[in-house]
């Protein structure tokens, strides 16, 4: 089950990698960054195109491959990197403070 989920995982990124770089961009040219645009920004941008429902399509199996992926991954064993590791004691004492040392540089007026 888990090598025939990752071939239709790679299989649907590289489909959608290809779907999205064949479609054609919003607003391609410069002038349509500065107001030579005729479509509204917010509006409508007219029918869906077939090639939008599929990468639509295409995007939702890939995040259901993804999720697949991760439940499959996440109910494996549950062991531990720290598990060998032995605890260790900390028996180090502070330093005892050292009064600074008086040298015969000190003024006394």
Same mark, same amino acid.
């Given at each position: ?5 990752? +071939? ?5 990124? +590289?489909?959608?990698?290809?779907? +999205?770089?064949?479609?054609? &961009?919003?607003?391609? &040219? ?6 030579? =645009? =005729?479509?509204? +920004?917010?509006? =409508?941008? @007219? ?20 999720? &697949? ?5 996440? %109910? &494996?064993?549950?062991? =531990?990197?720290? %598990? ?13 403070? !050292?009064?600074?040392?008086? @040298? @015969?540089?000190?003024? !006394? %007026?």
């Amino acid at each position: 089950m888990f090598p025939v989920l990752i +071939v239709l995982h790679v299989c649907v990124c +590289v489909a959608l990698i290809l779907i +999205v770089l064949l479609q054609k &961009g919003k607003g391609a &040219g410069m002038g349509a960054a500065f107001g030579g =645009s =005729s479509q509204t +920004v917010f509006g =409508s941008t @007219g029918a869906t195109s077939l090639l939008h429902k599929v990468t639509t399509a295409v995007a939702i199996v890939f995040m259901l491959t993804s999720l &697949g992926l991760t439940i499959y991954i996440g %109910k &494996g064993t549950n062991t =531990s990197v720290m %598990k060998d590791v032995q605890p260790v004691e900390q028996t180090s004492e502070a330093p005892a403070a !050292t009064p600074p040392a008086s @040298g @015969g540089t000190q003024d !006394t %007026k």
